[in-house]
Structure formats: structure tokens, C-alpha cells
């Protein structure tokens, strides 16, 4: 179940939220859907969801196009709004039966919420309140809620954000694990997330997008395509020394015997290093490139990108 979404341009009144954009998500990708607050995400997927309406432009959800198929799109699809908006005074199991009754006309609905409450962990909760539950929880109910009529698509906004690490994780575990079978766009605050379920990354800065390319690619977008290198020696060398590898930048000398190298472009001085050691008698203890982590990418393209239109 593919999403298509084609030059959508959405204005609040003089605010421009969205502004040309264009991206598509595979059937049975997850796709990381990440920017700094404001940048329009949350506008964005209420426009794949067809519950807001874009100023132009097209949404297509497998082939049907949101403008005119919007109750057949919203069939497809199960939507976690941020914030995850829940009925506080209902119980959860009583809730979950009310949603299946919207969702489900005529279908035996209770075996369909035990079915829920089992992958989302909610039996030993299905008495209390919802109003009780802690957040780890009430982010159940809002996955069980956007899951209840086996959408094929899911559009999760910020499921993770304010929970403990602990209930970070079992939510993540669970997106995942759906992420199985569904088509799944996730918009989060935390790098680590995409970088540990999401196959694409999408970022999107002050309604557009900057970057789009699958996760493992990712780390090389952005104006600096200089890489770090960490090494540490049993003696400090004179740092004259790095003068003679090529590529070299930029050194700096983090505690004794220890030293941070900056490199240009995709040069890799490991092995030149390690030949000038020898060369000098030095021992390397230690060795390592750190890699671009999707952080630094974000930061750069998100902080860089001054093309304002707030
Ligand atoms: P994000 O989810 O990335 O934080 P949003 O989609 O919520 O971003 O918002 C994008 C921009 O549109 C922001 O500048 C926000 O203030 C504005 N905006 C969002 N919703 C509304 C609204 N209902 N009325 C007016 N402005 C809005
Ligand atoms: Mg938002």
C-alpha cells in the first residue's frame, strides 16, 4: 500500500505550513518522518490522513486520491494524532469496544478488542481508566485504537514522545512489530528511533523537504562530508607529525595521547596514520572513525538551511 504525495502546499491564513512537497513511501516501508517543532509534520500526515485538506497538490494512498476517496483512504488507514487525544473517563476495554463499534458496524466486535488488547499488551490494564494508566499504556491505547480495523497503512505522530526510556522501547518494539505487515510513516524527536526501525528517512525543514533517501545513506547529506577520527597513542607524538598525512584538516589534542582528527571529504587517513606511527616508533593503543550519525546530519541540514518562509 503505497502513499504518493505530490506538490502539497498548505497555508494558515499568511502561515505557510507546507510548500511544495513531494515524496513517496513504499508498501511496507517505515519511514522516519522527523524536523525540527513547526516544520509542518503533523500538518502533513493530517493531509495523508484526509482529515485536513491541502491548499493543492495530491495525495494518493494506494491509487485513491484523498481529494475524492477520503472515507475509502481513512478505511486504510489507522492514525496516532500527537498527543494521543483519549476519552480519560472511559475504561480501556469499554473504549476500545466503542472504537471497534465505530470502526467495525456489524462485525463481532469483542473478539476483535481481545485480539487488540493482546498485541498491545493491554489485558492486565483492560479494567482500569484510562486516565490511570500511565503514559507507556495510554500509548497502547492509542496504537490499539489506530489498529482496530487492520488498516494497512499507519501514521504514527510522535508516539514516543514523552515516555521513559523504558516504555520508549517496549512502543518501539510494538511499532515495529507491526511495522511487519503495514506500511508505517513515524514522525519523532529521537534520532536513535529512526535509526533503529526506519528503512527511509524523510526531513522536512520550514514546510519543505531537505532530505529523502533511504536510512543507510542518509549519513551522507549535508554540507560537511569531513569524517573524525579518534586515536590514541602510548606517548604523545609531536603533532608536526599529521602535517605530512594528506587529508588532514584539523587536529586537537583531547588529553594526553589522545587525539581528535578532523579529515576532508572521503579521504581516509587511517592507514597513513597507522604507517607514521610505525615510521616514529609510536604504539596506537586505540583506533576509531566516528561515524555521521543521522543527529548530525539533522543538525546541519535543519540549522543550515536558511530558506525561511515562516
Ligand atoms: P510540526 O508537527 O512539525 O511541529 P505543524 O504541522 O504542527 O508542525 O505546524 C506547521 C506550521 O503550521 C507551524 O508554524 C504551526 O504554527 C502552523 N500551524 C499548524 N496548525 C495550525 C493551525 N491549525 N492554525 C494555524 N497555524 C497552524
Ligand atoms: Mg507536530
Known amino acids: 500500500m503505497s502513499i504518493v504525495v505530490d506538490r502539497i502546499r498548505k497555508t494558515y491564513g499568511a502561515q505557510v505550513a507546507l510548500d511544495d512537497v513531494t515524496f513517496t513511501v513504499n508498501s511496507g516501508e517505515i519511514v522516519g518522518f522527523i524536523g525540527p517543532n513547526g516544520a509542518g509534520k503533523s500538518t502533513m500526515m493530517k493531509i495523508i490522513c484526509a ?3 491541502p491548499d493543492s497538490g495530491s495525495v494518493r494512498v494506494n491509487g485513491c486520491d484523498s481529494a475524492t476517496g477520503s472515507l ?36 463481532t466486535q469483542g473478539n ?53 526510556p523504558n516504555q520508549i522501547i517496549d512502543i518501539r518494539n510494538l511499532i515495529s512489530d507491526l511495522g511487519n505487515e503495514k506500511t508505517v510513516i513515524l514522525s519523532t524527536h529521537i534520532m536513535q528511533e529512526v535509526e533503529a526501525i526506519c528503512k527511509r528517512v ?5 514546510g519543505k523537504i531537505i532530505a529523502n533517501d533511504l ?28 602535517d605530512n598525512i594528506r587529508g588532514v584538516e584539523q587536529v586537537k589534542n583531547l588529553k594526553p595521547g589522545t587525539w581528535l582528527i ?7 587517513i ?39 518562509i515562516n
Open 202 to 206: 524523510i526531513i522536512i525543514n520550514k
Open 51 to 53: 482529515l485536513l485538506f
Open 262 to 268: 578532523q579529515t576532508s571529504g572521503d579521504t581516509d
Open 112 to 164: 476483535r478488542v481481545r485480539e487488540i488488547m493482546g498485541i498491545t499488551g493491554l489485558f492486565p490494564e483492560k479494567n482500569k481508566k484510562i486516565g490511570a494508566l500511565s503514559k507507556g499504556y495510554r500509548q497502547r491505547v492509542g496504537l490499539a485504537q489506530a489498529i482496530i480495523h487492520e488498516p494497512e497503512v499507519l501514521i504514527l505522530d510522535e508516539p514516543t514522545s514523552g515516555l521513559d
Open 270 to 308: 587511517r592507514a597513513g596514520l597507522f604507517n607514521l606511527a610505525v615510521k616514529h616508533e609510536l604504539v596506537i593503543l586505540s583506533l576509531h572513525r566516528k561515524e555521521r550519525k543521522l543527529e548530525d546530519v539533522f543538525r546541519e541540514l535543519t540549522l543550515s538551511n536558511d530558506t525561511s
Open 72 to 107: 475509502k483512504i481513512k478505511k486504510k488507514l489507522g492514525y496516532l494524532p500527537e498527543n494521543n487525544p483519549l476519552y480519560t473517563d472511559m475504561y480501556v476495554e469499554e473504549y476500545l469496544r466503542h472504537v471497534a463499534a465505530i470502526y467495525l458496524p456489524g462485525r
Open 215 to 242: 536510512a543507510e545513506n542518509i549519513g551522507s547529506y549535508g554540507i560537511s562530508s569531513s569524517h573524525t577520527i579518534v586515536v590514541e597513542f602510548s606517548q604523545d607524538p609531536d603533532h608536526k607529525m599529521f
